[in-house]
T-cell receptor, first 115, second 109 residues
């Protein structure tokens, strides 16, 4: 099984739809991340979960709602999105608590288009 | 503010050598990562530098100068499969990763 998987790989949704992105890691890591990647821009960290508790929320709009039911699964619930939210959404995981730093392993991403 | 600068795009020839630079201004420093990202795929780890100097790993090498806030990724004997984006990221004093926008490397035959 690949280290970090994401579904769906592609998603097209209208501004009034509700959808969810799913991420699963098979590496035994204890931290998981959601990133937004837009063309020619740096990766934007959206949410961090460490030991299933959210430790960072970088002022992300409330139309994005994360959920981490256990250390292997991470969801991003989407509702009433805007066209500017169209981007590649990457999930990553790493081993290590706050105060240490370890390499992050990324999933292949979900390409989201908001019409 | 915190800032990572790297060239937007570079072009090189198959078999040649290319150096991708990264300069950073961050609140503290706890290491620098290089990642490779092929179009439509996940970023994958290439290297991590926390001390000054050159780290060599096969055809790829990464250099760090903390006093200059500077790093480079050196790719030798370029192959077509090296066409990708290369992302520089710095760990700041709060152990947050600060990302550059990436350098798109185009390899020509």
């Amino acid at each position: 099984e690949t280290g970090v998987t994401q579904t769906p790989r592609h998603l097209v949704m209208g501004m009034t739809n509700k959808k969810s992105l799913k991420c699963e890691q098979h590496l035994g890591h204890n931290a998981m991340y959601w990133y937004k990647q837009s063309a020619k821009k740096p990766l934007e960290l959206m949410f961090v979960y460490s030991l299933e508790e959210r430790v960072e929320n970088n002022s992300v709009p409330s139309r994005f709602s994360p959920e981490c039911p256990n250390s292997s699964h991470l969801f991003l619930h989407l509702h009433t999105l805007q066209p500017e939210d169209s981007a590649l959404y990457l999930c990553a995981s790493s081993q290590g608590d706050r105060g240490s730093y370890n390499e992050q392993f990324f999933g292949p991403g979900t390409r989201l288009t908001v019409l | 503010g915190q800032n990572i600068d790297q060239p937007t795009e570079m072009t090189a020839t198959e078999g040649a050598i290319v150096q991708i630079n990264c300069t950073y201004q961050t609140s503290g420093f706890n290491g620098l990562f290089w990642y490779q990202q092929h179009a439509g795929e996940a970023p994958t780890f290439l290297s991590y530098n926390v001390l000054d100097g050159l780290e060599e790993k096969g055809r790829f090498s990464s250099f760090l100068s903390r006093s200059k806030g500077y790093s480079y990724l050196l790719l030798k004997e370029l192959q077509m499969k090296d066409s990708a984006s290369y992302l520089c990221a710095v760990v700041d004093s709060n152990y947050q990763l600060i990302w550059g926008a990436g350098t798109k490397l185009i390899i020509k035959p």
